[in-house]
């Protein structure tokens, strides 16, 4: 149905955005605080790369979506949107994590 459809695209939505943006965020913040501010960063560019992979895996959205009052409207869509967001960045970040640790250190 449309619902079905609309939710299956707002919790693949969801995480997307959170596997894009925390790169997005991390690595130009890096740049930005090396080139402009003149912050020497002591660590290599690999080990942000690599921070930016080791995100906190949506637990916390997920115990904060579970404190919603039970009459909080559309409460069960967000809650499956917060385990997609949980189980996805477990089964995508958490199972690659290791191996682009490895490879980046290898550089």
Same mark, same amino acid.
């Given at each position: +149905?449309?619902?079905?459809?609309?939710?299956?695209?707002?919790? &693949?939505? =969801? !995480?997307? #955005? $959170? @596997?894009? %943006?925390?790169?997005?965020?991390?690595?130009?913040?890096?740049?930005?605080?090396?080139?402009?501010?003149?912050?020497?960063?002591?660590?290599?560019?690999?080990? +942000?790369?690599?921070?930016?992979?080791?995100?906190?895996?949506? &637990?916390? =959205? !997920?115990? #904060? $979506? @579970?404190? %919603?009052?039970?009459?909080?409207?559309?409460?069960?869509?967000?809650?499956?949107?917060?385990?997609?967001?949980?189980?996805?960045?477990?089964?995508?970040?958490? +199972?690659?994590?290791?191996?682009?640790?490895?490879?980046?250190?290898?550089?």
């Amino acid at each position: +149905t449309s619902d079905t459809t609309a939710i299956t695209l707002a919790a &693949v939505g =969801t !995480l997307v #955005a $959170v @596997l894009v %943006l925390r790169p997005l965020w991390l690595v130009p913040f890096r740049l930005l605080s090396t080139r402009v501010f003149h912050n020497e960063a002591h660590a290599p560019w690999t080990h +942000t790369v690599v921070l930016s992979w080791a995100g906190m895996r949506g &637990v916390v =959205t !997920l115990a #904060a $979506v @579970l404190l %919603l009052p039970t009459e909080t409207r559309h409460r069960d869509v967000l809650v499956l949107i917060a385990v997609v967001v949980t189980v996805g960045t477990l089964l995508i970040q958490g +199972t690659t994590l290791p191996g682009l640790a490895r490879r980046l250190s290898a550089r």
